[in-house]
Every structure is written in structure tokens, then in C-alpha cells.
């Protein structure tokens, strides 16, 4: 997950003093505004869930008895950010009911959200609609279970998939924005996104293997069945003339099973495909077409005679990325850099300037934490492993209380969690390891920092380089 803090606004209470709000987003798109003050009382909770010795790494910015100037709220700003950021990556903080609790109790506040039935539209790869009913404040764990129900998907099988929002693109396509979060609500999130969205069902797995587990269930080979034919029609996957005959032949048959087995075996099945993309690999500022999937993305570039080659990047083999403004001008344009291993000893930045680039970022990261789930032989996880909190009070921006009952995940399923601080080395181990690993410098960010270093591959050993 990718949050930021890019922006406040000042606003008038009713007795005529100002204050400040916090514009929190989330996969780079805006979730709520928040006071210092309700931050405060969150991280006061966290304490009193996880303990100070903990949540103190995270460094929350302490409160000031005078007001702040222009630049102590821009040094404010700065450090909620970077606090946010650390926290979001504890996986036993961010997958609790505090955490998540908070993130929906801010997001209904801001929209103005209060729970009511509704009918909420979600939508297969095929554009065939369901309609559950829903409370609008429902988190999307809640809604896709609500969808499971209505198409009679066994439990067992629900969390291989997830809701995600799409949006109509020119070509009157949709393409993928985001995975919604269960930190927030896909009734709320849908009504408060501009433009043609719509909530879809897609399969939250990155490993084509896990297709095994589903084949002979009938509803989530079905649903694999729809999506494998949507990312052929629309070229997702790459098939020869001869081979997208015998997949219409099948289609026709109704043979479920078999299209899914035959497609399967074509390139960049269970990819996603991204937006042109321009990098500085294998030279500078050339067009890429990259794809995410199987543990790898893949960089396609054309040549000046017309040809197309590939560059294929493991994600065991990189060490972090992170993702920061491509210019001052611009704050929607980003730039994701990764650290690679590219032979033995030798590192090198890469650099993809992108609309996707939070979007791909998020496949890397549900890549690495797939994978590190597989390492750890854990399963996927089960409606049952979702554990109701007790109700919990969270501080509204006008000094009220907001009640929220969220949910944590079992604890056997959450990733351990990542070193924060590590150890300062001695002069001879930082010797020892830079003449171990030679690598280029970070590439410099053009305009302010989205996003810090996101060094995710802790739970990953150097075997897997």
C-alpha cells in the first residue's frame, strides 16, 4: 500500500479558529482529510494495542504548545507522511481492526458516509452484473464475501479473488485502477471516484498454480473461465492466429476447463498489462510496454528495424523500489525506480516514468507477499481468518467520536513483520559490504518525494537471488 500526505488545507471551525486537515491518500487517490489531533489519537490507541516500544519506531511528530508557522506545518506535514508510510508496512499493524477501523471510520467522515442499505452493482470480467445488498459503510472484505453468497462461490475459495475499481478508458475499455482495500468502503469509494468506474471480481493471485485449487469447483472455474477470456480479447495474453482459433472453438464448446488449460500455456497468462511506459532501460528514454505476473515484470521494447525484444525482471532480484514525482509541475506524474540485481555483486537503478506506476507497485508488492506466503506454507486465507474487533471510538475532526467495529486477519496469516531499524554497522562491515555489492546511485527526483524507499524484500533470503 502507498500513502501520502501531498497537500493540507486550512478550514474555520464554528467559534472562528482555524485548523489544519491533512489530505491522506491512499494508492494515489484521496481517502480522507484529517487533523492533526485525530492522527494523535490514533497513534494513542496503537499504543495501547501493540505498546509504546513498538509504535514509538513509527516517530510520530509531538504536539507543539504554540502554533505552528509555514514552515513547522510543512515539517508537520513532512513527518505525518513519513510516519504513515513506516506504519502502513508493519504487517501486524496494518492488518489490524485499529488500523483498518481507522482508515474507514476517516473515509466515512470525509464522504459523509452514513450507513444505510444499498444496492451495490459489481460486475464480472464478462460485464455480467451483481447486485448485493449491502450497508454503504461495509468494508470491501465484507462486499466480496456479500458477492461469494450471491453466486454461490465455496468459502474455501472466496479470498483467491478480490473487488477491484476500473475505470472506461477511450478505447470504451476498462482498465484497472487499484485493488480495493478492506480499510475502506467499495460503496463509498466507487460513488466518490470521477469518471465511468465500476466495481469488478478478479483473481488476487499472481502464481498461475493456485488455478489448480479452483478447477473442479464449478463457480471459481467459471470465474476463471470469464476473466481468461476477457484478457485474451483484449490481448492481455499473446496467441498465435491458429491458437486464438482453437480458444473460439472451445469458447463455442462451452469446454471451461480446457480453454483455461489451453490458455494457460500462453504468454503473459495471468499478466497485467500497463500503459506505454517510457524507461531508461536498456537506454534512456525509450517506450516500454511492461507487463506484471509470476513472480516478474516484463519490459517489451521495439527496435529501429521493427523487431521487439524483452527484459525480464525478477522480483527476488530487486532489492527495493520506490516511486517519487517525475517533475514539480506535475504531481500526477510519477516515476517507479527499482534497485536490480543484474549479475553477481552488481546493482543498478531502473526507472519507469508511468501513469501505473502506484499500480504496479501494488503488483510487486502482492507478488512479494504471495511469495513469501508460499515460503512460509501458508494457505490462502479463509473468511473464517477475518476476526471481528470489538466497537472502537475514533476522534472526528470536530472533537466527536466516530464508532467503528473492523476486522484483523489471523494472525498465522500475516507476513512477519519488517525490520525498521536496523543495527548500525562498524566501519569494517560497511567496508566488507561495499566491496561485496557495487551498486549505481538512486536516480534524483525531479520534483518532492511521493513516496519513501519501500524496501519490502526483507522476508525474502539471499538464496532467492
Known sequence: MHFSIPDTEEFTSENGSTYTCYHLHVNGVEHSMLRYSQLHD???????????????????????????????????????????????????????????????????????????SVELNVYLMNGH????????????????????????LSEQYVYYFGLYLVKKDESSAFSIVRKIHDFESPYISLNSAKGPHRIVVRKSYWDPVFDDDLKEDRVAMNLLFIQAVNDVEREWVVCSKEQRRNLDTLKRKNSRKEYVKEVRSMKFYNY????????????????????????EIIFTVRTPDGSYKEGTFKITRMRCW??????EDN???????????????????????????????LCLQGMV??????????KMKKPSDRIKGPQRQYKSRDGGIIITRSTTNNAAAIPDPPVLQKPQESHSDQKKNSEK???????????????????????????DL
Request: glycine share 4%.
Open 42 to 116: 490514533f497513534n494513542e490507541k496503537l499504543k495501547k494495542e501493540f505498546g509504546s516500544e513498538i509504535i514509538n519506531n513509527f516517530k510520530f511528530p509531538p504536539k507543539k504548545l504554540l502554533g505552528l508557522n509555514q514552515i513547522q506545518k510543512e515539517e508537520r506535514r513532512e513527518k505525518l507522511e513519513h510516519y504513515i508510510q513506516l506504519l502502513s508496512q508493519d504487517a501486524r499493524v496494518a492488518n489490524s481492526d485499529v488500523f483498518n477501523g481507522f482508515l474507514i471510520s476517516a473515509q466515512k467522515e470525509t464522504e459523509k458516509g452514513i450507513p444505510e
Open 129 to 152: 452484473k451483481i447486485t448485493v445488498d449491502i450497508m454503504s459503510t461495509d468494508q470491501a472484505e465484507d462486499v466480496l464475501e456479500a458477492v461469494a453468497t450471491k453466486v454461490e
Open 272 to 295: 497485467i498489462k500497463f500503459k506505454p511506459s517510457i524507461s531508461d532501460y536498456p537506454e534512456e528514454n525509450v517506450p516500454v510496454v511492461v507487463h506484471a505476473g509470476n513472480r
Open 322 to 327: 520506490r516511486i517519487t514525482s517525475a517533475n
Open 331 to 361: 504531481s500526477k506524474s510519477l516515476e517507479l525506480s527499482f534497485e536490480y540485481l543484474m549479475a553477481k555483486d552488481s546493482l543498478k537503478w531502473i526507472t519507469i516514468k508511468t501513469e501505473d506506476a502506484i499500480l504496479i507497485s
Open 369 to 378: 507477499d504471495e511469495l513469501i506466503m508460499c515460503k512460509k506454507g501458508l
Open 437 to 463: 555489492m557495487h551498486s549505481t546511485l538512486p536516480p534524483k527526483s525531479r520534483g518532492a518525494a511521493a513516496h519513501i524507499e519501500n524496501d519490502i524484500f526483507e522476508g525474502i533470503g539471499d538464496d
